[in-house]
């Protein structure tokens, strides 16, 4: 029976020669056990029967066992203490218990090859393009890289390979190193280094997102780490102004829905706008997709409660520079609106926000983005007081590539196409989405508590449709 030579053998330290035979191991497993468990060799089986003896040891003492080899490790005594840790890792594999691994809850027990890492250090998978990133991150060495221990590793949460997101999280495991104050100069030109092949292996990658960017500073022991603007800033997307008024935008537009508690009133404003805008056709249509299908990368990840079930109304005018102007203003009523006129982007559309917290539409190259809570577009906001975006598509089509879940419901409604690698993004025409209030937004809307579900709306499209001869009449234009 042989011992690393390296490791205290359990009758070394323990209290007494004689030990009570019930604590007695096989000696088959002596070597995951023998310093914290007795082990010995009987010569039958009845014996070890009536002694007590058993083969297998308990978990709890194979981790009490790798704990000591993690504490006395040493280069020299690699060779020896190599397969017990292989033997260990095997046993655990095979014993594998969520509660009894809680003991190695922040230890460092995963073997690197030069030494012990906490799981969430080490990653199991590599690759020829794989970049060093030690002392942050660690391979997870050959030898233990059977299908069996690594379904193991995968428990206990090692990570799987380097991407994208592994390397982010490296930088930000940088950052933090540095937050105490400076390391030695190698260190700090290594470690910067290091972000510059991170930045240069990701970016080719369209959906990258939390960057990190080495700031220029004189003290050489320093690394300073800011957060790259680019998932955050439009090029040329203008905030949509509140017009002046003191009273706040959420509770101006919940007085104005008092003048339009019909619901029928929605679509009769849409009308009616796309009439004063010359439009001689409009259509709408009742969407049921579901946000699951686009909520991956937004603009803000509040988006997602926009991206649902959505009622649509297309008409084929497009909107002019004054007409943008206007429905910006988005309590509208400026001194400069023709009041004569039967609505044109005036308090009549505000009535949408008796469906929807988020609306939104595409006229030509641009997209508008109400957001009057100024809360779901926060991330792309640059001040928490705007209430929306206009955004020129064809001066942002990074960000419509990086962030293309926002963009893609509008794919294929009416003929839209927001293809970004089309010569030109434009509609002709002007295509209005309203996502339709969850009752997870009622709960906390300024503007209106009553969601509209799949009911309500079918309902309202009934009525819509009993209705549009005498609305069609009315708005001779469109037809």
């Not at 089309?422 to 025409?429: A, D, R, S």
Request: hydrophobic content about 35%; proline content about 5%.
């Amino acid at each position: 029976m042989i011992f690393p030579l390296s490791l205290p053998w359990y009758t070394d330290t323990a209290d007494s020669f004689f030990l009570p035979t019930v604590r007695f191991i096989f000696t088959k497993v002596h070597k995951i056990i023998g310093s914290v468990k007795p082990v010995d060799s009987p010569s039958s089986s009845s014996l070890k029967a009536s002694a007590g003896w058993t083969i297998e040891p308990g978990v709890t003492y194979v981790i009490d066992q790798l704990l000591i080899i993690t504490e006395r490790y040493e280069d020299k005594y690699k060779p020896e203490l190599l397969p017990v840790i292989s033997d260990i890792y095997h046993f655990m594999e095979n014993h594998y218990n969520s509660q009894d691994f809680q003991r190695l809850s922040n230890k460092k027990w995963i073997w690197t090859g030069t030494g012990f890492e906490e799981p969430e250090k080490v990653y199991l998978q590599t690759k020829s393009s794989d970049l060093v990133l030690q002392p942050y991150l660690y391979p997870l060495p050959d030898e233990f890289r059977s299908s069996n221990l690594l379904q193991f590793f995968r428990k206990i949460q090692c990570l799987e390979c380097q991407n994208t997101n592994l390397l982010i999280r490296v930088e930000k495991m940088i950052q933090t190193e540095y937050y105490g104050g400076g390391k030695s100069k190698e260190r700090a030109k290594a470690d910067l280094q290091l972000v510059v092949n991170i930045l240069n292996s990701i970016k080719d990658d369209k959906n990258v997102e939390g960057v990190l960017l080495p700031i220029k500073q004189d003290d050489e022991t320093l690394l300073i780490l800011k957060l790259a603007m680019t998932d955050t800033l439009l090029e040329d997307a203008e905030r949509l102004d509140e017009w002046g008024q003191s009273e706040p935008l959420t509770r101006r537009i919940k007085n104005l829905l008092d003048s339009y508690k019909d619901g029928l009133s929605v679509p009769k404003e849409i009308i009616q706008n796309a009439d004063d805008a010359g439009a001689t056709k409009v259509c709408f249509m009742y969407d049921e997709r579901e946000k699951e299908n686009y909520g991956k990368k937004l603009l803000d990840k509040n988006m997602l409660e926009c991206q649902g079930p959505t009622l649509w109304a297309y008409n084929n005018a497009k909107f002019t520079k004054e007409d943008l102007l206007n429905i910006t203003k988005v309590s509208g009523a400026t001194k400069g609106i023709d009041t004569t006129k039967i609505g044109k982007f005036g308090l009549g559309f505000c009535s949408v926000y008796n469906l929807t917290e988020v609306p939104s539409f595409i006229t030509g190259d641009h997209m508008v983005i109400f957001d009057p809570h100024s809360d779901y577009l926060a991330d792309a906001l640059k001040h928490k007081k705007q209430p929306g975006l206009k955004i020129h598509m064809q001066k942002n089509r990074k960000i419509m590539i990086r962030k293309h879940s926002q963009f893609e419901p509008f794919n294929g409604v009416f003929g839209c196409n927001l293809d970004t690698s089309q010569k030109e993004i434009t509609f002709e025409g002007t295509l209005f989405r309203l996502p339709l209030r969850t009752r997870q937004q009622a709960v906390s809307s300024e503007i209106s508590n009553i969601p509209y579900d799949n009911e309500q709306m079918i309902s309202l499209m009934k009525i819509f449709i009993e209705a549009g001869g005498n609305l069609f009449v009315v708005f001779a234009k469109c037809c």
